[in-house]
């Protein structure tokens, strides 16, 4: 069987794996599965196929090792967004002047195809005393529960991420925390002012004070990498008709965290800035809800999975690679607070959730040859 990235790409960039939690209808990872599984199999891996939510399942092929040896698990996740969006055709790979079109060209079948095919090669040279572990994850485009089941049933000594980078080393990324602010007024008709209690108005006082907020966040400590952490409103709900007084007004608040910060910080934050509220602004009250939060990473430059990759990343480009921090988050936070030290490295390309999607083909045998010289070092 081939052992061409860009030809396993070819097969995974026609199989629709859009994520349903984000695209209602999409269909889910069961049949890219399917053919990962088919292909590792016939490759010699030990597959193990995680299925808790059913119609998300992920997929773990391993590779023992002789013994002795340091494990090393690479990641990726096969769910996409939704094809709706696509300019063309989303399941029709194309190739033209270098570049690989498609749905999920660039985020992320290109690491899966470039992981899948170096652990192929790695392993085929019969010399790694360590495992190899290939984690072929769902729903990483929702709430990443793929990554979270795997992390219950399997571990290792360091991992990679393979989500796209442009070849470049990202150590550090941020975190997020999402919080539900309910602003409680008084529902009554419109021409009672009063019996009511404007909850939209009332809000309008959280909305200040939390561009305020925003405003001490980008004038504070800044990380050395990442910069300071944010905060925005992203959604409002309130109100039912033109007259009545609106008995609630909800917003939905997103504060973006740099190491060192995480959700019961910003709790704190956030509930600071609402109780003055209460205590300056007649009639305010509020309720607050915690919802889904991750948190941020960073890696230790010094560790042997960062030094190992880099080394081969400068051999393979012919200059030391660019180190770079995210500004969205990834799975690595999951397996770092795992206890698993991780990286992330993956092609060049563009387009990841636009209307057209590519990846650089050249970029793709680059990362291929990087991450088989890795795997080889790493885990012999």
């Not at 399941?91 to 570049?99: A, Q, S």
């Not at 360590?130 to 990554?147: F, M, Q, W």
């Not at 007259?243 to 956030?270: K, W």
């Not at 230790?300 to 988050?329: F, K, N």
């Amino acid at each position: 069987m081939s052992l061409d990235p860009v030809r396993l790409l070819e097969r995974l960039i026609a199989i629709d794996s859009s994520n349903p939690a984000l695209a209602p209808g999409g269909a889910g990872e069961t049949a890219i599965v399917a053919m990962c599984e088919e292909w590792l199999t016939a490759h010699g891996f030990e597959v193990h196929r995680l299925e808790r939510q059913p119609g998300r399942p992920s997929l773990v092929a391993v590779a023992r090792g002789t013994g002795g040896g340091r494990s090393l698990m690479l990641n990726g996740h096969l769910d996409t967004v939704g094809l709706g969006s696509y300019e063309g055709d989303p399941l029709g790979p194309e190739i033209r002047d270098g570049k690989i079109f498609g749905r999920g060209a660039f985020d992320m079948k290109s690491g899966i195809a470039a992981m899948m095919i170096a652990a192929a090669r790695a392993t085929a040279r019969g010399s790694l005393r360590g495992d190899v572990i290939l984690a072929c994850v769902a729903d990483e485009e929702h709430a990443s529960s793929g990554t979270e089941e795997v992390l219950e049933a399997f571990t290792a000594d360091a991992a990679i991420v393979t989500e796209p980078s442009h070849l470049e080393v990202t150590l550090a990324h941020k975190g997020f925390a999402w919080f539900y602010v309910v602003v409680q007024g008084r529902a009554a008709h419109g021409s009672r002012p009063d019996l009511g209690v404007d909850a939209i108005a009332k809000a309008g006082h959280f909305l200040v004070a939390l561009e305020e907020w925003g405003h001490r966040l980008a004038d504070g400590e800044a990380h050395p990498s990442l910069g300071t952490g944010t905060v925005h409103a992203s959604v409002i709900h309130g109100g039912e008709e033109p007259s009545t007084y609106p008995a609630h007004c909800r917003i939905t608040v997103e504060r973006r965290t740099v190491p060192g910060e995480n959700a019961d910080t910003v709790h704190a934050e956030l509930t600071a800035v609402l109780d003055r509220l209460t205590t300056t602004v007649p009639d305010f009250s509020y309720r607050l809800h915690r919802g889904l939060h991750r948190e941020p990473f960073e890696a230790d430059p010094r560790h042997p999975i960062v030094r190992t990759l880099l080394r081969h990343a400068e051999s393979a480009l012919g200059h030391p690679p660019v180190i770079r921090a995210e500004q969205y988050w990834t799975d690595c936070a999951l397996l770092d607070r795992a206890g698993i030290p991780c990286l992330l490295f993956g092609v060049d390309g563009g387009g990841a959730h636009a209307a057209t999607e590519w990846a650089d083909t050249a970029s793709l045998h680059r990362l291929t040859d990087i991450l088989t010289d890795t795997i080889t070092d790493f885990c012999s």
